[in-house]
Structure formats: structure tokens, C-alpha cells
């Protein structure tokens, strides 16, 4: 009903029992409260987002022990020979190559193409593939620092020696890497094992638009620049399970090692990639014979001998 004295609505009235009018609530209160409702289950949705995506205070920590000086020098400092007498042949190995991206925008961090890792420590085919990614890497950079870790014990392949990106740091004029490891080999009170990192919404978008698919389906995840992917390791751990991470370095100057064929021959196809993306730089890399072999089975455009 109108109010004579007034241009505005006013809320319709009934009588009590005693004869007295009162309001009936109008539709703007009940219109004011949904509205309300909306407002905090907004909020909420945006609290779940960010628990999801951000930073959380529930993260574990770990620190992880600092491989030796002869260590790093052992797995970043191979000859070149090997990589070119090896090249992608292991004969007594299977291996998984990458899979090649057409058409898709670059992937970029700090100026530069972006090799990103998404694994977990607990993970042995992530245990498996850090050996030929740190390998293929060395070639474009320098690794300061790499951290000693061996993934889960309760495993078809327990307690494969390897590597994690843990406090790893790695610096090189032609890339940029970023390493992310989200779960440690640590199991909480819930059974599960700890969480340690969590991904940023352009990282999660990468891994669910190029990965197979949710949870451990699609460790380890290795990107370079959009133009080459890969979602499992090079090869099974099978091939470096029960060796010790000092035997698996020493024998990478044995080109007759199963093991290192296998590493070799997978950093092969990674360093590949790794070219495409830097426009063929270094040339002393990527025109070395093992990177053009590699480059030619995956059907890239092979980078003219210098």
C-alpha cells in the first residue's frame, strides 16, 4: 500500500488478536537478507580458492642434506662424448620420449624460457627423471647446489637414489628453472604423505592443460617453454633401483652402463627441447652430435653442424 503522505512504499499490515496492526516484513528485508547470504557464501567460496592455490601455514618443511662437491661435479660435468656415443640408443632399456607442443605461447620466467618440474619426493619415476633433467640442465647452467633424497620405501621401486629441487639452486644465462616438489617422502598422522608446496594458478593451469591427468597420474610433470612436455619418467626406475647414488653417478662416463645409457639418452631428448626453446644456444650444445640425433627421432628441425 501508499502512503498519502509519501511518494515510497510501505509494508502491508494485519491485526493481532487485540485489534493492533503490525508490518508484515516487506520484500526488500527478505531481498536484504538473501543478499546477505550471497555476500558470506562468496567469501567462503574465495577462502576455499586461496587454501587451495595460496600460501598455507600447513605446509611441512624439510631440509634436505647437501650433495657433495664431488657429487655435483660427477652428475653435471659429463663429457661430451658420452652424450654423442650414446645419443638416444639404450638398447637393453626402453624409453619414453617426449612429447612435442606445436603453436602454443611460451612459457617465460625472470626473461627467460621456463623448464618447470612439478614432482614429489615420495614419487620414484620422479626419482628416476630428476637424474636426466639435472644432466640436460647442466648444459645450459650451473647447479650450485643439488640436495641429496631418495623417494619412498613402500614402493614397486623403493628408495630410488636421486635428487630433490628442495633447496637446489641453479643459475644459467639461456633458461630458468623452477622445481617444484609437493609432497616430501614424510607421512602425516593422517597416513598421507606431508604436503610441502603447493602450485600457483598459472602453474596448475599448465600441468591440467598438458598433464594426464590429476594426483600421481601426472608426476613427474616436466615442461620446457610450451614446446615440449612429458608426464612420466624417461625410463623406468626399475633400471637404478637398489644402486646407490654414488655408483649411479660414478658409472655416467661408462657409455656401456645400462643405467647411464638410460639417463644419457633420455637428457638427450630433453636437452633437445631445451634448444628449441633457446633458439639453438648454445651452439656448442646444440649442434653437438648425441642433441641432433635426439632432435631428429622426436622430428624437430635439426640445428646445422657449426
Sequence with gaps: MIDPGSDQPTSPTVPDQSGQLHEIPSNRTARFAWGAVAIILVGVVALVVYALTGPSDSLGVVRRATASDSMVAEVTRLPVSVFDTIGVDAPTTPLVAPSVLEGQPPLNAKGKPEVLFIGAEFCPFCGAQRWPLIVALSRFGHFATLTNMQSAQLSVFPN?????????????????LTGVELYSDAVNAQGAFSRIATLTPGQSAVLTRYGTGSGSGSYPFVVIDNTMVTSTSGFSPSVIVGQSQAAIAGALDQTAEPSTQAIVASANFLTAGICRATGGQPASVCTSRGVRSAAQALGLGVTPAV
Design 160 to 176: 630410488i637414489q636421486t635428487f630433490s629441487f628442495v633447496g637446489t639452486t641453479y643459475a644459467s644465462r639461456y633458461v630458468s
